[in-house]
């Protein structure tokens, strides 16, 4: 056969393979949209989120998309949304901001989701910003504290929910500057938006001199040694870490093997307790007197009733998998979420549920205010500290609210609210 | 002869592996690859009506990745040098496209021409980079060369974290692409806008690329290949030919990392870490080495091969607590499997296996006939 | 000065287990020519095979002979059931394989242990004893060096003294000779298989307590500065890896400690650079390369 013929045969037979494939596919993958919202139907709601399931960003991370499923689920078997089930699409992008263009394309133009929940990461998500934008997809709750979600003129459909890592610097810095005044404060943050945004937050209420010693790290890293030896050398007393939870259990364990036992200030990013404790094994107590921040109920605090309704759906709906802060917060996020659908009325539309949103006044399992209003969507506006004593992680103190700006941390007082009865929110 | 000598990749390749004779057939090579992308071009745009939108981001994301497969495969396949740094080059295009948008954006300048012209200038950018690899490249051989093509896939994307002033760290910078012209109609979806603007970038560099293989050039990229030494007694300047190699491989790649830029319309660090180069190389050498044709699977299965894993998983119905431990864990186990079988089974990858089929079948009828 | 002697020791402490890591790369080169992708995700399996096994008996030594073990009879079963089928006529078939072996073990090991760390105990105290008031080697140190240094005396006793070591080493040289003088060519190579990922699993059980902790993709970033240093002390020189993988430790410690840890890279690629431009075999390389 001639070879040119031959070559464009391949070419052709190459494509017409493709088209097939595309054909044979594309036909289960209208998607249950139907209607003219997409993703909805008189049973359905589909919504999808990108996660890193797998791959070395993936540590506790992975957990939270199944506990937000299982309180779908939970809320699916009660009867659902306005008669409507809600079906959680969960996309794994290894934490690589190139798999996150093609799963949440793949959500949105194939599973034709109604929207994007709690996606995960700031690099990861930053990508898929203005691709959510111009499908008009609501962008709820991205899970991670990047002040970039909080831009309501440029991506009027994107919601933050975590607190900003500006705000949780102010707080942990608030706390150094009451309670352990005089001493040397040091700090040791990620290469990234999160140690620099949080460090900003720090050095807003300590000053730009406040800090005496300031250094980084790179996940690709893993020893700090050099780091916390610089701490050492300096004779820093207090060391505020914007660390993930591997680096918050290595840091602090290079530390007690340089025989330097600082007050740790500790992110919430990394802070809990479990899995800290998991990772340093036997030597867990090292981490007693580490002070950490979070605004969800502590995973160990089993007279909370959000905790009570939430360890219950992990026995029933997620598998009985190990309860932590990731699953509080995978159940949290679910949780709020049925609240704007419900408050969003039976005639679901991705319009109604911006508008809702901006709405706010949802009050939920969160210690502190959930900041949504039309030229705010950055999410939880502050957060509480905690403290490991006798190995058990518990909060004290009052709950505390700030800006990203130069406002003032002020106390918040207001009480917390009980879950409903049968755990699952009603139109208020 | 010395060990390093050794660590050359030995001669004996697949028996198709690009070594076919120079073809010495009238006609103009030129003409002939001209007609194989025009008419691939008409299919492809044949087909960007065909399918849903997403199906064109795909293929569009298919083309992107062949640009930098077809150059890994011509520099790997036919120049015997390896690299696995790829995805490092694909960066350098990624962000001065990036660079080139943001520029012309913030000076207000609008029209049809500046992302060719950015694009142009990232397979610029990528050529000095590529240049500068590609120098020290030939005098390197075998694990060696892989060794600092390795460490240039790491140095890339942390020197984007390094200077975050620049480039603006770990969240990367946006890349803004102009909407498709206003004459394709109000509604023209913008999937398939961007498989058009891809899909004709990219057959442009295949047909360069085609005719350079086909080249004197690619004669001597081959010669090099097979023995240096007979090569270097052919008068053919042995490291000088190496760094060409690498530079056009460059080229291309810089070129598929900037398109990859444009679909996705951000660029950031983590995109382009050392995964992604091994899974070029995987992706060339499963689709079959020093073909294009291998380079063109290569790239579908960069993309088919994840989707197909994640549909499969999904189909099974599993109880919440093995779904937790499944999730994710089983498209992988499924890609790492289908490496080793295909591998194993077709060591000449797809087109290897392929070219057998059809030389079977090939036979079995001109049997029949005489 | 205190920095500086306490930044080099950090820097040689690690550096020993990449050298043993190096070594183990090493050691499938010379036997098999191929470049072992999939050292680290093995070594990390054999890791996991001894953490199941002290989690049960409480017995950290017991789950080290056990990871040993578990390397060994691994290095065999990838020899035996996949690399043995693998074309090895282009050198990249094997690579291929390897790193498909990687994504197989990691999904296997996440679908199994999960994704979250585990927790790597260290058998010594990882605190620095100090003498005259400078903070120096750890107990944990101590081991890692005696360990190494073991396994390095070891390979090379058992190349250069037994007739096992020398049956090896004929095969990997002249394959086709050493057949037709009887050596058993292809159990060599399980047995060269075998060897290097005993090793690596040993030095896995050396450095993951040092680190993060266990997790399917603990030895990733170890892989790659210990290839690094393979690279740079040559890899057909066992004597090359321990020398490099001291030297890689090192540079990544001082620049770390005195530039800033996200430089380590760049300082990588800049000695990556420097050895291969004056020597493109490495350190150790026994031979230059011919030229003509």
Redesign the interface.
């Known amino acids: 056969?001639h070879?040119?013929a031959?070559?464009?045969l391949?070419?052709?037979s190459?494509?017409a393979l493709?088209?097939s494939?595309?054909?044979c596919?594309?036909d289960d993958?209208?998607g249950p949209g139907g209607g003219s919202v997409p993703g909805v139907t008189d049973s359905e709601i589909v919504v999808g989120t990108h996660m890193p399931?797998?791959?070395?960003a993936?540590?506790?991370y992975?957990?939270i998309a199944?506990a937000t499923?299982?309180y779908f689920?939970y809320v699916n078997a009660n009867g659902g949304v306005h008669g409507r089930k809600i079906t959680y699409k969960?996309?794994?992008d290894?934490?690589?901001?190139?798999?996150t263009?093609?799963v949440v394309?793949?959500l949105v133009?194939?599973d034709k989701v109604f929207a994007v929940l709690n996606g995960l990461g700031?690099?990861?998500h930053?990508?898929?910003l203005?691709?959510l934008k111009?499908n008009r997809v609501p962008d709820l709750f991205v899970a991670s504290g990047?002040r970039?979600w909080d831009q309501p003129d440029k991506y009027p459909g994107t919601f933050g929910f975590n607190p900003d890592y500006t705000v949780e610097g102010k707080i942990l810095a608030t706390y150094a500057k009451a309670n352990l005044a005089g001493q040397k404060v040091c700090f040791l943050g990620q290469?990234?938006?999160f140690g620099?945004d949080s460090l900003v937050g720090v050095e807003k209420v300590l000053g730009a001199t406040g800090v005496a010693v300031k250094q980084?790290?790179?996940t690709?890293?893993?020893?700090?040694?050099?780091?916390i030896?610089?701490f050492k050398?300096a004779g820093c007393q207090v060391v505020v870490l914007a660390t993930v939870?591997?680096?918050t259990?290595?840091s602090i364990?290079t530390a007690?093997?340089?025989?330097f036992k600082p007050q740790w200030l500790v992110s919430n990013v990394g802070a809990d307790y479990p899995?800290l404790a998991?990772?340093?094994?036997?030597?867990a107590p090292l981490l007693e007197g580490m002070v950490g921040t979070n605004y969800l109920p502590m995973q160990n605090d089993t007279a909370n009733p959000w905790i009570q309704l939430f360890a219950k759906i992990n026995k029933t709906?997620?598998?009985?998998?190990?309860f932590d802060g990731n699953t509080v917060y995978g159940m949290s996020v679910g949780y709020l979420f049925v609240q704007v659908l419900l408050a969003a009325g039976k005639d679901l539309t991705r319009e109604k549920v911006l508008q809702t949103v901006q709405k706010g006044g949802f009050q939920g399992p969160g210690l502190v205010p959930l900041r949504f209003s039309a030229n705010d969507h950055s999410g939880y506006g502050g957060q509480r500290l905690s403290r490991v004593t006798g190995g058990v992680q518990s909060y004290f103190g009052p709950a505390y609210e700030t800006d990203e700006a130069d406002g003032p941390v002020n106390e918040y007082t207001a009480t917390p609210v009980a879950p409903p009865a049968n755990g699952v929110p009603t139109v208020s | 002869m010395s060990a390093t000598r050794a660590a050359v990749p030995p001669k004996q390749r697949p028996a198709d592996a690009g070594d076919r004779p120079v073809d010495r057939r009238r006609g103009s090579t030129l003409l002939r690859h001209l007609a194989i992308m025009l008419a691939a071009g008409l299919l492809l745009v044949g087909v960007s009506y065909a399918v849903e939108p997403f199906r064109n981001f795909q293929l569009a994301t298919v083309a992107a990745y062949l640009c930098a497969t077809a150059g890994l495969t011509v520099l790997t396949g036919l120049n015997g040098q390896l690299s696995l740094g790829h995805g490092a080059l694909m960066a350098t295009g990624a962000y001065t496209v990036a660079f080139c948008q943001n520029a012309f954006a913030d000076r207000g300048m609008t029209g049809g021409w500046l992302l060719p012209l950015s694009l142009g200038a990232a397979v610029l950018g990528t050529v000095a980079v590529g240049a500068v690899v590609g120098v020290a490249a030939a005098r390197l051989r075998g694990p060696y060369l892989a060794g600092v093509t390795l460490a240039v896939a790491v140095v890339v994307p942390a020197l984007a974290v390094t200077f975050d002033g620049v480039f603006n760290g770990e969240q990367g910078l946006s890349v803004p692409v102009e909407p498709p012209p206003v004459s394709l109609g109000p509604y023209f979806p913008y999937e398939r806008w961007q498989l058009w603007l891809t899909g004709a970038a990219t057959l442009l560099a295949l047909l360069l690329l085609a005719n350079l293989i086909r080249s004197r050039y690619g004669r001597t990229f081959r010669a090099v290949r097979d023995d240096e030494v007979a090569a270097r007694l052919a008068g053919i300047h042995v490291a000088r030919t190496q760094v060409l190699a690498f530079v056009v491989s460059a080229a291309t790649a810089g070129l598929g990392g900037a398109l990859l830029a444009v679909l996705a319309q951000s660029v950031s660090p983590g995109a382009f870490s050392l995964t992604l180069s091994l899974f070029l190389l995987m992706a060339v050498v499963i689709g079959g080495l020093g073909r294009l044709t291998g380079a063109l699977w290569g790239a579908v299965l960069l993309v088919a091969l994840p989707d197909l894993t994640h549909s499969l998983t999904e189909m099974l119905t599993l109880s919440p607590a093995v779904a937790q431990r499944m999730e994710g864990n089983l498209p992988l186990a499924i890609f790492g499997i289908t490496l080793i079988v295909v591998m194993i089974a077709a060591p000449g990858g797809v087109q290897g296996l392929l070219s057998r089929l059809g030389r079977a079948l090939l036979a079995r009828w001109s049997a029949r006939r005489s | 000065m205190d920095r500086f002697v306490f930044l080099t020791i950090d820097g040689l402490s690690r550096g020993a287990v990449y050298a043993a890591f190096a070594l183990a790369l090493v050691l499938i080169w010379r036997a098999a020519r191929v470049v072992n992708f999939a050292q680290g995700a093995m070594a990390v399996a054999a890791a996991y095979v001894a953490y199941t096994v002290s989690a049960q008996t409480g017995s950290y030594w017991l789950g080290f002979v056990v990871a040993i073990v578990a390397g060994l009879l691994l290095g065999a079963l990838v020899d035996r059931a996949v690399m043995r089928y693998v074309d090895h006529t282009s050198p990249l078939n094997p690579v291929i394989v390897a790193l498909g072996l990687v994504l197989l073990i990691q999904a296997v090991l996440g679908m199994v242990y999960g994704s979250e760390f585990r927790p790597a105990e260290a058998p010594f105290s990882r605190s620095a004893l100090t003498v005259g008031g400078l903070a120096v080697l750890s107990p944990y140190d101590l081991f890692v060096f005696a360990t190494i240094g073991v396994v390095v005396v070891g390979l090379a006793w058992i190349f250069a003294r037994t007739a096992v070591g020398l049956r090896m080493r004929a095969a990997a040289f002249a394959p086709e000779v050493s057949r037709l003088l009887g050596v058993n060519v292809g159990g060599m190579l399980t047995l060269g298989w075998a060897l290097a990922s005993g090793v690596g699993a040993l030095a896995a059980m050396l450095v993951i307590p040092t680190e993060l902790g266990l997790h399917p993709h603990a030895m990733d970033l170890v892989f790659v500065s210990a290839f690094t240093a393979a690279v740079v002390g040559g890899l057909d020189s066992p004597p090359g890896a321990v020398v490099g993988g001291l030297v890689v430790g090192l540079l990544l410690s001082y620049v770390s400690g005195y530039a800033g840890s996200d430089l380590t890279p760049l300082a990588v690629l800049v000695l990556l650079l420097a050895v291969l431009l004056v020597r493109p075999g490495g350190l150790f390389a026994p031979v230059a390369a011919r030229r003509v």
């Open positions: 056969m070879r040119s031959r070559r464009g391949a070419i052709a190459t494509i493709l088209i494939a595309a054909g596919s594309g993958g209208s399931l797998t791959g070395p993936s540590a506790g992975s957990k199944p499923k299982a689920d969960i996309m794994d290894g934490y690589n901001p190139a798999n263009q093609q394309r793949q133009l194939q700031t690099p990861t930053t990508g898929v203005d691709f111009s990047s970039s290469d990234d938006d620099r980084t790290y790179v690709s890293n893993t020893n700090v040694a050099p780091q030896g610089a050398a939870p591997g680096f259990a290595l364990g007690a093997r340089l025989g899995t998991k990772q340093l094994g036997t030597a709906h997620n598998g009985d998998a190990p």
